[in-house]
């Protein structure tokens, strides 16, 4: 009986000190331990049954920690990326060229500042004091971390962090970020001077900063020209203004006649209308619904790369005519003299000079008259078939 009544009272304090593994946040251990300790009289708590609840709680932490690093992203991951997405960097990559943001943003609203991305280079390693030394105490940090466990491990990581800011705070002070307010007023002030060559691939070159024979720069010419049009409107000692009224010839010689449904695009993006709206005036207008996507690579990719193309054909003609003599060719077909180039006659082994006797741009118009004129037929033979036209 004695015994009996002896193992009851063992059974019942062990029932105070009990601890539930079954719940696995930090917090809901530590409501159950502040349990354990209100039901549990004073001298069961040992140092040893102490140090059990500590590691009772700091494992679940740990393991709180672990769960953190699988998650595809974390809070200080999550903050990192929206960071990134309000970055110049981010917000290139993320919106549609001066559609509906970036560029307007920078024009119409002078105060916003964007965020540079930053990075710790080899050159800041070797260049700013104390950063060197910062990265050797993180490398040995990283390597106690990846070995320690419990309260240990937790301790190290949260270390780890602060250290991995004050990389960025030591380079702050020594290397302060730039900051575009507004690239508009940067570019006006811009000193355009360039020498422009041909590279051995026959391909127009130029060492100027912004130029017209690049694809990306007529990106942020397109992007920007309303409000560097303002800019320069009465500045006659800018260089922009004076390279945006070739650009402007450029682009009529460009699109107006040969591509008309681009260049009504490419107004109606410099009026600042949206791609949904301007799919509906393209409608209206030219009878063709293209997705807001393929307006987009209009916008973005092709028309640049037909008005620098026509950029580099406007130079070379130059530099054939009064520079250097070049080789000229007369078109059978439109009777106007082009440079023998592959820009202008396609290859011909057969042929003397190595080019077709016709121009591309009457080949190209060919192809498009035969296309529509085979289309014709096919559509008149078959309303001869359904009417027994016959």
Known sequence: MENANKDSSNQANNDYIRMDWSLQMPEERVQKIKEIIENTPSEKLTPNYLEKMADYIVFAMDKQERLKERKIITENRAFTVNKRETSYEGLIGKLENGEDGLYHMIINDKNVLLDPKKEITPEDVET?????????????????????????????????????????????????????????????????????????????????????????????????????????????????????????????????????????????????????????????????????????????????????????????????????????????????????????????????????????ECRNKKTKKGGIVHAWIKTLWKMWEDYGWY
């Open 128 to 360: 700013i004091p104390g950063l060197k030394e910062l990265q050797k105490s993180i490398t040995e940090v990283t390597a106690a971390a990846k070995k320690a466990t419990g309260r240990k491990k937790y301790l190290l990581n949260k270390q780890l962090i602060e250290m991995r800011k004050d990389q960025y705070v030591i380079k702050s002070i020594f290397k302060q970020p730039m900051y575009s307010r507004n690239l508009v007023k940067t570019l006006t002030r811009t000193n355009l001077d360039e020498k422009v060559f041909i590279d051995k691939a026959g391909n127009v070159q130029s060492t100027g900063i912004l130029n017209i024979y690049n694809p990306a720069h007529i990106v942020i010419l397109l992007c920007n020209y309303a409000g560097l049009k303002m800019e320069t409107y009465e500045d006659f000692n800018s260089d922009i203004k004076w390279m945006l009224i070739d650009f402007e010839a450029i682009v009529d010689k460009a699109l107006k006649d040969n591509y008309p449904l681009y260049y009504k695009l490419l107004i109606y993006k410099i009026d600042g209308k949206t791609n949904l709206e301007i799919q509906s005036l393209l409608d209206e207008e030219f009878g063709v619904k293209y997705s807001v996507e393929y307006l987009s690579s209009l916008w973005r990719n092709k028309i640049p790369k037909l008005i620098a193309q026509q950029a580099e054909n406007d130079w070379l003609e130059w530099y054939y005519t009064e520079k250097e003599y070049g080789n000229w060719k007369r078109c059978s077909k439109c009777k106007q003299v082009k440079l023998a180039d592959n820009r202008f006659f396609s290859k011909n082994s057969t042929s003397k000079d190595g080019y077709y006797s016709i121009c591309k």
